[in-house]
T-cell receptor, first 114, second 113 residues
Framework: EAQVTQNPRYLITVTGKKLTVTCSQNMNHEYMSWYRQDPGLGLRQIYYSMNVEVTDKGDVPEGYKVSRKEKRNFPLILESPSPNQTSLYFC?????????????FGPGTRLLVL | AQSVSQHNHHVILSEAASLELGCNYSYGGTVNLFWYVQYPGQHLQLLLKYFSGDPLVKGIKGFEAEFIKSKFSFNLRKPSVQWSDTAEYFCAVASGNTGKLIFGQGTTLQVKP
C-alpha cells in the first residue's frame, strides 16, 4: 500500500531534550516536506527536500533540522525543543517538486514540549 | 507574499443542508489549487484539485469547487452534507516553480445529524 508513515504518532518531552520524528514513504517520491499545524494558522512548511541530499528551508524553519540521506526517509530533528514547538506535525511527499503534483500526507505526530 | 484566506473558520450545518466554503488567494501568476480534508484523528486527504481547463472541478464524496480567476477564488461546495462530512477543510495553493503548498487557516465543519 502506498503510504507515508511517521513515528512516533504521539510524543511528550521536556524542554531541551533532543528528539527525532521519522518520516518514510514507499512511493519513490523525490519531493518531501514537513509541515506544522497550529490552530488558526493552518499548515506551515518547515523544511522541504527536492531529492537526496537536497534540502531547503520553508516558512518556519527555526529550531528544526532535517536530513535526506535516502530517498524514502526524511527525519525531522529538534535539537533543543521548546514549548512553542508544541504542535501537530505532518510529513508529506510527492513525485517531484512540480507544482502540479499532489502531495500525500502522513498520519501526523502530535508533540507536546513541557 | 502569497497567502490563502478561508473566510469561514467554523461552520455548523444540519444534514442535507448545502455547503459552500470560501477560499481566496493572493498570487497573480499561474496557480494550482487544492482542497484537502482532515477527518477527526486522521491525516489530510485530497478532496479535489484544479490545474487547468474546466474551472468547475469535481472531487470525491460529492464535493466540487469552482475556480474564478477574476475573483482569485476557489470555493468548495456540496449540495447536501452528511454527518460523515464533519471534518476540517483546508484550501491550498501551489504556484511558481516549486511544489510548496500555501495553506489557508482551515474551516471546521460540524454537521449535526
Amino acid at each position: 500500500e502506498a503510504q507515508v508513515t511517521q513515528n512516533p504518532r504521539y510524543l511528550i518531552t521536556v524542554t531541551g531534550k533532543k528528539l527525532t520524528v521519522t518520516c518514510s514513504q514507499n512511493m519513490n517520491h523525490e519531493y518531501m516536506s514537513w509541515y506544522r499545524q497550529d490552530p488558526g494558522l493552518g499548515l506551515r512548511q518547515i523544511y522541504y527536500s527536492m531529492n537526496v541530499e537536497v534540502t531547503d528551508k520553508g516558512d518556519v524553519p527555526e529550531g528544526y533540522k532535517v536530513s535526506r540521506k535516502e530517498k524514502r526517509n526524511f527525519p525531522l530533528i529538534l535539537e533543543s525543543p521548546s514549548p512553542n514547538q508544541t504542535s501537530l506535525y505532518f510529513c508529506a511527499s510527492s513525485f517531484n517538486d512540480r507544482y502540479q503534483e499532489t502531495q500525500y500526507f502522513g498520519p501526523g505526530t502530535r508533540l507536546l514540549v513541557l | 507574499a502569497q497567502s490563502v484566506s478561508q473566510h469561514n473558520h467554523h461552520v455548523i450545518l444540519s444534514e442535507a443542508a448545502s455547503l459552500e466554503l470560501g477560499c481566496n488567494y493572493s498570487y497573480g501568476g499561474t496557480v494550482n489549487l487544492f482542497w484537502y480534508v482532515q477527518y477527526p484523528g486522521q491525516h489530510l486527504q485530497l478532496l479535489l484539485k484544479y490545474f487547468s481547463g474546466d474551472p468547475l472541478v469535481k472531487g470525491i464524496k460529492g464535493f466540487e469547487a469552482e475556480f474564478i480567476k477574476s475573483k482569485f477564488s476557489f470555493n468548495l461546495r456540496k449540495p447536501s452534507v452528511q454527518w460523515s462530512d464533519t471534518a476540517e477543510y483546508f484550501c491550498a495553493v501551489a504556484s511558481g516553480n516549486t511544489g510548496k503548498l500555501i495553506f489557508g487557516q482551515g474551516t471546521t465543519l460540524q454537521v449535526k445529524p
